[in-house]
């Protein structure tokens, strides 16, 4: 007689509720409050993690008079079965979708400033064309190389910026980089500002003006403060640090002050680009995707319309 392997015998035992049972006792870290979530009561719960436990041979929560915890064992369980969970998810979504291409659910992060720029065009687009998905747009902070949010599953997309210029070098080998559009930097202040009607201006004129520029930790700042040193400047007073593109634009209209921004956004945000070049070049707007994620086929027309809006609102610079 054939040995069973411990995968067959677990995938003949193995539900689904039990699966939801444990991934809501590792959150919440009570066995009450997964009852209580699950419309379940507290023995029942208790005893399909029980039956997990013997399924598995190992014990998958410490006990605690505060409630439970995963061990390592639960843990590296909680990592595999979170996949298989998604990847079964995206399956009766690609299944909604084939059936009829034109509903359902997209989720993405942006961040703030590149939502600022693009965001509204490419959100007017895809909803006339889908009239019937919905679309789920939360705003960013800049995007670090961990990118949390998209491994936990919580967005099938990112979009926004690598926090240095390099793009594409900058995040790891298992996330999908794609350039959206290239961009440049540059200086900017309201239409209204006397800063608008000059026709030269010079890195040394900008010493006197009010700044408002993100935080000290993005390349924004960190290239105003490399492009005066070039020049044998002090860094000039920043008035505000913000990573807020309201109160930004806010600031700039009323105590006439000057940022530091893409190309795009400053066209975007209708502010004046100044006639002065720091020298900071590019900022690529990037997609980012996971490699060992089966993509949301819906999330795959949101970034096909990302490309067309982008390709429309270049023609029209140029």
């Not at 639960?74 to 399956?91: K, P």
């Not at 960013?140 to 793009?167: F, H, Q």
């Not at 990573?243 to 209708?270: C, D, E, M, P, R």
């Not at 795959?300 to 029209?316: H, L, N, P, T, Y």
Request: with cysteine; proline share 5%.
């Amino acid at each position: 007689m054939a040995k069973t392997r411990p995968e067959d015998r677990v995938g003949r035992r193995l539900k689904f509720r039990d699966l939801q049972v444990f991934f809501a006792v590792t959150a919440s870290g009570t066995m009450a409050e997964a009852a209580r979530q699950l419309n379940l009561t507290q023995p029942a719960v208790s005893e399909i993690i029980a039956q997990l436990e013997h399924l598995f041979g190992a014990r998958l929560f410490d006990r605690t008079t505060r409630g439970v915890e995963a061990t390592i064992f639960g843990r590296a369980l909680l990592r595999r079965a979170q996949a298989a969970l998604d990847e079964m998810r995206q399956g009766v979504r690609d299944i909604e979708f084939l059936s009829d291409p034109t509903v359902g659910e997209v989720c993405v992060g942006c961040a703030q400033r590149l939502s600022a720029a693009i965001m509204p065009q490419i959100v007017e687009r895809f909803s006339q064309a889908y009239p019937r998905v919905m679309l789920q747009i939360d705003e960013l902070t800049p995007l670090t190389r961990e990118l949390p949010s998209l491994r936990e599953r919580k967005y099938d997309l990112l979009m926004g910026r690598a926090n240095s210029p390099s793009g594409e070098e900058y995040f790891p080998d298992d996330v999908n980089v794609e350039i959206l559009f290239d961009d440049s930097f540059v200086v900017a202040s309201a239409s209204a500002s006397p800063w608008a009607r000059r026709r030269k201006i010079d890195i040394a004129d900008l010493t006197q003006a009010r700044w408002v520029l993100t935080g000290p930790e993005t390349f924004g700042y960190t290239g105003v403060a490399e492009a005066f040193h070039r020049r044998g400047l002090a860094m000039p007073e920043v008035t505000v640090i913000t990573s807020s593109i309201v109160i930004a634009n806010h600031l700039l209209a009323k105590n006439q002050a000057i940022t530091v921004t893409s190309k795009f956004a400053a066209t975007a945000s209708g502010l004046h680009i100044l006639p002065v070049d720091l020298g900071l070049g590019s900022w690529p707007a990037l997609i980012l995707t996971l490699k060992n994620r089966t993509l949301n086929p819906v999330a795959e027309r949101f970034i096909a319309c990302a490309r067309e809006v982008v390709q429309s609102m270049s023609s029209r610079r140029n």
